[in-house]
């Protein structure tokens, strides 16, 4: 009983008014009174901790000063990092791939011999052991017309002899428009075919370049052995970058009519050897 009154006292002790009043010093006139409880004082600053406490959460929450709390997860943050470190592996990539082009041509400028091409382009087909290309039906077809048109030929995997000999294979199945002609610059030899035709490397190597240009549109650019570098522009896709290692009679271009410098689907091709042209229709028969 007495714990029961003690309560009683309690609650009544919170609901008792107060009255608050607010005299003139000088005169002593009341101007402001209010009637207040313990209680009622208690709710109005519970409302008010309630009011600061949620303000200060979504001041927090919604603009920059979590950056401040230690240990305060922040998406934001983690989303850059992971942007930064994929723009430094992309960097990583293309710097090797400059080295080895620069490399390449290095080595074409200077004529090197047989041994140290072949030597970068191992080093280069080393990189991409694990990257594997799935051929395409349209190659596999391409492929199965090339393998039985040269089933008789007996120059097929004789790729040097004694003069230096090299089986070529045709970059493209067209009719020569133009041909080789170094008196007025025109170093390669223009083939007209469609424009979805396939474009092929004409030997074993090292793709060394692949860019567009103003005059000659898509442009690529493939190192062999001997100092040989075979280039074909004009094209309307490109199929390889510069790094990849190409095979004979493999797909690596599909011809376009794209540049300044044209007047219609062809393939322009060249072929050089040590940094001079060579004439292609004393090396390739095309149709």
Same mark, same amino acid.
Not at 194 to 208: F, M, N, P, R, T
Not at 222 to 230: E, F, K, M
Not at 268 to 274: D, N, P, Q, T, V
């Given at each position: 009983?007495?714990? +029961? ?7 009544? @002790? ?38 600061? *406490? ?6 927090? +929450? ?24 994929? @723009? *430094? ?14 490399? #390449? ?15 970068? @382009? ?11 290309? #799935? ?59 469609? #424009? ?39 094209? #309307? ?9 190409? @095979? ?5 271009? *599909? ?18 050897? +040590? ?13």
């Amino acid at each position: 009983m007495a714990n +029961a009154k003690k309560k009683v006292k309690l609650w009544d @002790r919170l609901k008792y008014k107060y009255k608050l009043s607010i005299q003139n010093e000088t005169s002593y006139e009341e101007v402001f009174s209010m009637k207040l409880s313990q209680l009622h004082v208690l709710m109005v600053l519970s409302v008010l901790a309630v009011v600061l *406490v949620s303000l200060t959460i979504l001041l927090i +929450a919604f603009t920059g000063l979590k950056e401040f709390i230690p240990g305060f997860p922040d998406g934001n943050m983690r989303h850059v990092i992971t942007e930064n470190a994929l @723009r *430094v592996d992309s960097l990583e990539i293309e710097l090797k791939k400059r080295d080895n082009f620069l490399k #390449s041509v290095q080595m074409v400028l200077r004529g090197e011999d047989n041994g140290e091409v072949e030597y970068h @382009r191992n080093s280069v087909q080393g990189n991409y052991d694990t990257i594997q290309f #799935s051929i395409s039906p349209e190659e596999h077809e391409f492929r199965s017309e090339i393998e039985e048109k040269e089933r008789f030929n007996l120059t097929v995997n004789q790729h040097k002899h004694n003069d230096g000999y090299f089986h070529f294979f045709p970059p493209v199945t067209g009719i020569v428009t133009r041909a080789f002609d170094e008196k007025v610059g025109h170093y390669g030899t223009d083939l007209v075919a469609k #424009s979805s035709a396939k474009v092929v490397s004409v030997l074993d190597g090292v793709v060394i370049f692949t860019d567009w240009t103003v005059k000659t549109g898509y442009v690529i650019q493939v190192q062999h052995a001997n100092n040989l570098v075979s280039v074909y522009k004009h094209n #309307s896709t490109l199929l390889k970058k510069q790094g990849d290692y190409v @095979r004979a009679g493999e797909m690596i271009a *599909v011809v376009g009519n794209t540049g300044e410098e044209t007047t219609g689907p062809h393939l322009h091709f060249e072929l050089w050897k +040590a940094g001079n042209p060579l004439n292609p229709e004393q090396f390739i028969q095309f149709k």
